[in-house]
Nanobody, 126 residues
Framework: QVQLVESGGGLVQAGGSLRLSCAAS????????VGWFRQSPGNERDFVAA????????WYADSVKGRFTISRDNAKNLVLLQMNSLKPEDTAVYYC???????????????????WGQGTQVTVSS
C-alpha cells in the first residue's frame, strides 16, 4: 500500500509559478508509474502529466505542454510538478496518483491508477 500526500498548492497570479510535491510513504514509489490529475468544480478529473518509474519518459496533456514539467526523485520518494506560466484555467484541485501497472498503457485514464492523494488546491487569479 502506498500513501500519497500532495503539497505546494496555493494562490498565484496569472503568469506565475508553483511547484507541487507528491510524497509517498508506506513503500517506495520507485516501483510505480505516477501521474498528476486535476479537477475543477463541475468537471471531470483530467489528466495533467505522467512519468515512468525511472523518470526517463514523461507525458503531458496538450493544455499544459511546454508550461508544466513532471519529475521524480526516487531516492527521496518524491514526484514533482513544476507549473510555470499559470493561467486562470489551471485552477483546480491537483491529485497525485500511482499505479501498480508499470507500463504506460492508458496513462491518461484515472481509473488505471490504484493509489491517490487527497489533493491540493491551485488557484490562479487573472
Amino acid at each position: 500500500q502506498v500513501q500519497l500526500v500532495e503539497s505546494g498548492g496555493g494562490l498565484v497570479q496569472a503568469g506565475g509559478s508553483l511547484r507541487l510535491s507528491c510524497a509517498a510513504s508506506g513503500r517506495t514509489l520507485s516501483n510505480n508509474f505516477v501521474g498528476w490529475f486535476r479537477q475543477s468544480p463541475g468537471n471531470e478529473r483530467d489528466f495533467v502529466a505522467a512519468i515512468s518509474r525511472a523518470g526517463g519518459s514523461t507525458w503531458y496533456a496538450d493544455s499544459v505542454k511546454g508550461r508544466f514539467t513532471i519529475s521524480r526523485d526516487n531516492a527521496k520518494n518524491l514526484v514533482l510538478l513544476q507549473m510555470n506560466s499559470l493561467k486562470p484555467e489551471d485552477t483546480a484541485v491537483y491529485y497525485c496518483a500511482a499505479r501498480v501497472d508499470w507500463s504506460n498503457t492508458y496513462y491518461y485514464e484515472d481509473r488505471r491508477y490504484n493509489y491517490w492523494g487527497q489533493g491540493t488546491q491551485v488557484t490562479v487569479s487573472s
